[in-house]
């Protein structure tokens, strides 16, 4: 089961706690800069992972072949009974990341990819999403080096790119940013032919008032 648990909020005055709750941070005329919002990190979750090996074959077990569906609005992952539904805004299974948006999808998502720091994507473009409009075209390309991942054949490991962000329109036409952070179970610094994969770690903010603004500590 897949744990979530929000990055710690750093304050750049002691000024700005009187107004934490709130949300903003006010100068003396009266207006001010929204304050960040704080980032969320999903750690292990599950992409269709295999059940262990056989030991009859020592081959790993068929896996299910089912999308996991995260919804950005409630944090949580969405049951695989509500895919033809609204509910989620992307789907992870194995290397395989969909947004639910396009083609046989019942939401409006999109997604952008950006290059660069997370903390530097400050506001969701307005328009430019691509979304899923083939059973093979995905708003996140498929493939090593494509979207969000390289693969180092000789020791079989899934590595994300460094500086790929996920700027995403959710189902619902609200806005989220993501970062994948590992591909394998626990998040091991150096993962090796041994470690778990297909369990997703990332992090990510969510903007809930309907605004473009994606500014995060």
Known sequence: MFTHQPLLRLL???????????GWACSGDG????????????RNLPADPTAGFDPSTGQPRPTPNRFTFFSFRTGQTVPNTDSLTSNWDIGFRGTTIIVNGGTNRRGNGGVIIRQGLFNEVMEAPETGYAQDNAPTSFAIPAGASNGWYNYDAPRNLITPIAGRVFVVRTADGRFAKFEI????????PNPDQN????????????QPDGSRRLASN
């Open 12 to 22: 750049g005055a002691a000024g700005l706690l009187a107004t934490a709750a709130l």
């Open 31 to 42: 207006e001010g800069d929204p304050e960040p919002i704080a980032a969320t990190t999903i």
């Open 181 to 188: 952070l590992s591909y394998y179970e626990n998040s091991p």
């Open 195 to 206: 470690s778990r994969g297909r369990f997703y770690t990332f992090r990510y903010v969510f």
